[in-house]
């Protein structure tokens, strides 16, 4: 399984919860999971174009990601965050 | 207190409503909705008074539309927000930066709604705002490339701003560009073609292009929708169809002044009167009110002459502005005039502009303001 850690500014979806698993996929294939359980959710993390938003940022473990086709293994953790952004 | 008017407001940093009683004499101010979401647009539906729509993004994350079936009480958001299409070339494809407008459909179209976003898209639902869809005849015209230079837009990025359409014909209509200015279409957005003669784009290598001004706000007279008023980036015009040249009328305003704004309100019952909020658009375009003193212009005979009202407004040290959805107009008489500042504060006119008193203050910079209609 993958675990996924989601920030806050997508509590709204998940019902306060900030810790979950999904199948073990590609990144984008965790978001469409987690899209399915919390629809809208993946929209606000990657564009139409399957590209991620300018203000949010993905890591796997301590590496940034920035290809949502990257695959992911068993027991990896994906880290969503809101990046600094503007007041 | 019996809410006889409700404004919706949207703000950079969530939504409120403000309702007033019967006389417009109470107000009582409710929310925030949504806290933290940018809500560039906030507006209910003239068809079924318990539909609402709001387009809302955070400085995070992506673009949304959020609808309420019950005047506000409860939200749902869309299935499918407004995108475009998926492209090969994810490199240079194009994604929903925000949606700027949201249009209710012609009154024939209950269910039907609009969008206009950042970068220019025009987007079209049939469910009420549940899904939406790219519309082709625009977003896939082969001269967009030209309507939407990459290196064009306002500094909240180039916009398709506005969505009109006649209330007579469902398949007339208008839209405002920041890119390219006007375009008309007569077949229900099948294709469109620009409508910008005589207007200026003093910007532009050449002043006088069939596209490329830049169209803050236009508005049909509701009871002439031949006429259109327009507030541009570089003046203020109107359009008496099926005339195609632009009037500048703004030519008329005091010279200290200038003609240059976000928005103009067309009176519901008068197609000869009009309001603006003018701006400083000079040297840097400060985009404050001009000197610090805070005004609207009133025309009663089409544009030949305009009338400064400021009672009411600080007379020094006033230094806000009003953004391209936040006035509008009731429809009561006397006419109120309604407008959100960019300070955070709400502003009324209960005597058509003659006089102003504020009926809220310390919200986030102002987006839009919209009147609900009564049920």
Known sequence: ?87 | MAAMTELLIGTRKGAWTLSGDAARRDWRLEGPAFLGQIVNHYVADPRDTRIRMMAAKTGHLGPTIFRSADAGATWKEATVPPAFPKSADAATARAVGHTFWVQPGHASEPGVWWAGTSPPGLFVSEDDGATWTSVDGFNDDPMYPQWVPTDAGTPDGPLLNQVVIDPRDAAHMYIATSTAGVFESFDRASSWAPLNRGVEANFLPDPYPEFGQDAHFIALAPTRPDRIWQQNHCGVYRLDRPEVNWTRIGEAMPKEIGDIGFTIVPHPRDADTAWVFPMDGTDVWPRVSPGGRPAVYRTGDAGRIWTRQDRGFPREQGWFTVKRQAFCADAAEPLGLYLGATNGEVWMSGDEGESWRRLGAHLPEIYSLSIAPGP
């Open chain 1, 1 to 87: 399984m993958i675990r996924v850690l989601v920030p806050s500014q997508l509590h709204s979806y998940t019902g306060g919860v900030s810790r979950l698993e999904a199948p073990v996929g590609a990144i984008c294939d965790v978001l469409d999971d987690l899209d399915r359980r919390f629809p809208g959710l993946k929209f606000r993390i990657v564009d139409e174009q399957d590209r991620i938003r300018p203000h949010m940022r993905l890591f796997v473990g301590r590496d940034a990601a920035r290809d949502v086709h990257a695959g992911l293994r068993d027991g990896d953790e994906l880290m969503i965050f809101g990046a600094l952004s503007g007041g």
